[in-house]
């Protein structure tokens, strides 16, 4: 292996404890809801808890085509090392509330700086790695979250310990800054000599916005990057309240319950849906598409499954399955993109996406916390869950690649 084809995994390795950092930050409010809601008093109810947990994707969301903009215009590079050590400076802030007026103020600043990162960062995956490994790259970046996840469900049980729920954010913050500041000197963007960049003049904003929203495959995405991430943020933020109050199980093993087990299912997910990505598209242009189709099929009956478990062990087995699909679809999303835009809009592209999905998702966090105090079944909810990934399996068996982008500038591929 040369120096060049070394560097290019070096990148994905440097980007992964960030990207561990970014869910990290996230997750471990939603492990520790119990200590911070016992503490800061005046937060209230679940439907308040659910507001502040939306009203973090909505800023997050709405900053995210900003972000990705800005990362295709300028430097994706300064645009990843910026919002890690704004963040993190926000996670250490976050550490220090003392109301509820002052925790949804944190998490809102916290919406705006995490929202430059992630599409940056696949944007600078995929200009380095071509079709020939863009998935598993793609899939190890996300495998790093995964990571950050499942140790943010532990975080329960160290908001229990003699650190608390405080201290946890005060350490996380201070690493993320800490290593701000040699990942500045150690990532650089992709070279202008890279062919499989598009070198042309950089788009304006209305002109990004035009080529990307009269692309119907793009339009495609879209909603079938949505319609999944709306149950996946609800996992994330609320399942370790049900499984706690659901099974009578304390805060700490709910935390873990919640995390651990569909999250290194999701890793596994990764690296057999990015393997088998890469190697069915030198068979078959749609390779990426049906490798991600098969993952939506796994998340159908995993949301029945999760609704209607009648013990933790069952929940557990479902929440695999989820995991396993999620892995499948989430490694592909950045390379479909990919074969359906040029390179100079994928980060604004993955922005748009990320606009779209994570305002439903904040809905969603809001909406279930109502649904929630008014004493839905779980059935009901995780019923509708699993009718929108149906409705996705069809999504994106819909998109059409351009020959043009997967067998020139946008994947590498030679057609064989």
């Known amino acids: ?39 800061i008093t005046d937060i209230g109810s679940d439907a308040n808890w659910g507001r502040m947990l939306g009203q973090f994707k909505w800023v997050y969301a709405i900053f995210s085509p900003i972000g990705g903009y800005i990362a295709d215009r300028f430097s994706k590079r300064f645009t990843i090392c910026a919002s890690l050590f704004v963040w993190s400076a926000v996670t250490f802030a976050t550490g ?33 790695h071509t079709g020939e490994t863009r998935s598993r790259a793609v899939g190890m970046h996300q495998m790093a979250i995964y990571l950050g996840v499942i140790i943010g469900g532990f975080s329960g049980y160290v908001a229990d310990s003699s650190i608390g729920w405080r201290g946890a ?7 993320g800054i800490v290593y701000a500041i040699p ?41 079938y990057f949505t319609l999944p991430a709306i149950a996946g943020w609800v996992v994330r933020d609320w399942m370790p309240a049900i499984l706690k109050e659901r099974y009578n199980i304390g805060q700490g093993k709910a935390g873990v319950s919640a995390t651990i087990y569909w999250q290194c299912a999701a890793i596994v997910g990764v690296i057999i849906g990015g393997w088998i990505a890469d190697k069915w598209m ?15 099929s796994l998340i159908v009956p995993a949301m029945f499954g999760v609704g209607n478990a009648n013990t933790l062990a069952i929940a557990i087995v479902f929440l695999i399955i989820f995991g ?38 904040g809905a969603a966090d809001w909406m279930f916390g109502f649904l929630r105090d008014h004493n839905v079944p779980l059935n009901v909810t995780f019923g509708v869950f699993a009718t929108t990934a149906i409705i996705s399996v ?19 591929i030679t057609k064989t």
């Not at 500045?184 to 035009?210: E, G, H, Q």
């Not at 030198?282 to 939506?296: L, P």
């Open 1 to 39: 292996m040369d120096k060049k084809s070394k560097y290019i995994w070096i990148v994905v390795v440097l980007l992964m404890p960030v990207a561990l950092l970014n869910y990290l930050d996230r997750q471990m409010l939603a492990a520790m809801k119990f200590s911070l809601m016992l503490d």
């Open 96 to 128: 220090h509330i003392k109301s509820y007026e002052g925790l949804l103020w944190v998490r809102s600043l916290m919406g705006v700086s995490e929202a430059f990162y992630i599409p940056a960062a696949l944007a600078l995956i995929s200009d380095y």
């Open 169 to 175: 954010f005060n350490i996380c913050g201070i690493v």
């Open 183 to 223: 990942l500045i000197f150690s990532i650089k963007d992709a070279p202008k000599n890279n062919n499989f960049i598009d070198r042309t003049a950089k788009p304006s904003v209305l002109n990004s916005l035009r080529s990307l929203l009269t692309n119907g495959s793009f339009i495609l995405l879209v909603l």
């Open 282 to 296: 030198h068979r078959n242009i749609r390779g990426r598409i049906y490798v991600s189709a098969i993952g939506m």
């Open 324 to 361: 396993l699909g999620w892995g499948f679809f989430d490694c592909n999303n950045m390379p479909i993109l990919c074969q359906i835009v040029k390179s100079d809009l994928r980060a604004t592209g993955y922005g748009i996406m990320n606009f779209v999905s994570i305002s439903c998702g």
């Open 394 to 412: 069809v999504l994106v068996l819909l998109i059409r690649p351009k020959p043009e982008l997967v067998y020139g500038k946008g994947e590498g």
